[in-house]
């Protein structure tokens, strides 16, 4: 009796969860969507899909969710794991990343190589969004595009070098005529009067 009496609370709790699940998932869905529409994703929507299995209800409750994105108007939804291009998933990480830091109070966020797989408009576009998180937490980025380089108030350069068969690698701080020329060897590969001024400009967009 008191196994039964467990089991059905169990599966009431279960219940529970997924009612609530149902909600949160469907709030979060609608604030990816906006948040990837934003970075240069105008046409996908994002779906967070509940499949609950109650023969199989773990300490985490019944549920397995499987998140999903129709990428283009008139297709349908499929899972992120088997349609979402590198630079389409970087750009929904970092809106579930957004939402999520909304809802903490972890004071540090690292984004490693967040960037990957997109440029230009996409690359702008994650770059206001990384600078409006900054704005309440400290954001620690790892990029390899100039518009995100840019946009830091602070520029490290990281570099690995072979010493005696093993690898160090070193960080270093870099000053402002420095990251200058940081931005402008990472935007064409050289150091010259025009990447200069390119890196100057994209300096000057930068939003204190």
């Known amino acids: ?7 059905e609370k169990m599966l009431a709790t279960a219940t529970a969860l997924h009612q609530s699940r149902q909600l949160g998932a469907k709030k979060l869905a609608q604030q990816v969507t906006k948040s990837i529409k934003q970075l240069a994703m105008e046409h996908a929507e994002f779906f967070i899909e509940l499949h609950s299995d109650y023969d199989k209800i773990s300490a985490n409750g019944a ?20 349609i979402a291009s590198g630079g389409e998933l970087s750009r929904i990480a970092l809106a579930i990343q957004v939402q999520a830091s909304n809802q903490t109070a972890i004071p540090t966020l690292i984004f490693d190589e967040i960037d990957t797989g997109i440029s230009g408009k996409a690359a702008g576009a994650v770059a206001e969004k990384l600078n409006g998180i900054s704005k309440n937490h400290q954001v620690l980025c790892i990029s390899h595009l100039p518009s995100i380089a840019a946009i830091a108030d602070y520029n490290y350069f990281i570099s690995k070098k072979v010493v005696e068969n093993r690898t160090n690698t070193n960080i270093r701080l870099l000053n402002e005529k420095e990251t200058l020329e940081e931005i402008a060897r990472i935007s064409s590969g050289e150091i010259n009067e025009a990447t200069i001024q390119y890196a100057m400009q994209l300096r000057n967009k930068k939003v204190s």
């Open 63 to 82: 549920d397995n969710a499987i998140f999903t994105l129709q990428s283009n108007l008139g297709q349908s939804a499929q899972p992120l794991a088997k």
């Open 1 to 7: 009796q008191q196994e039964q009496a467990a089991h």
